[in-house]
């Protein structure tokens, strides 16, 4: 189920559908201003930092994953919203 996430993000829509999902406007504005910095669209961090993460987590890293996945009523969410808030630096006030 969770590679089949990481796939689909891939698709913008898909991508825009989980930050939507994720109901969190201060991750949403993390997002937003890496966009900007980086000159992608949104729907493209979103995926890029995933896909880095996955690429460079470490063991340490993958365990915490995992145990925030087997706690999570929906863990595919649970999963990208514990990378997003990882991987991208916190917003500026």
Known sequence: MF???IASLDDPAV??????????????????????????PSANVVAVCVRHFLDAASDDHWTQLIG??????DPGLAAVRAILVKVLPEAEA
């Open 68 to 73: 925030i996945m087997s706690r999570a009523e």
């Open 3 to 5: 590679g089949n996430l």
């Open 15 to 40: 991508a825009r559908g989980v930050l939507a999902a994720l109901d969190d406007p201060a991750l949403s504005a993390r997002v937003t201003a890496w966009a900007e910095v980086t000159g992608y």
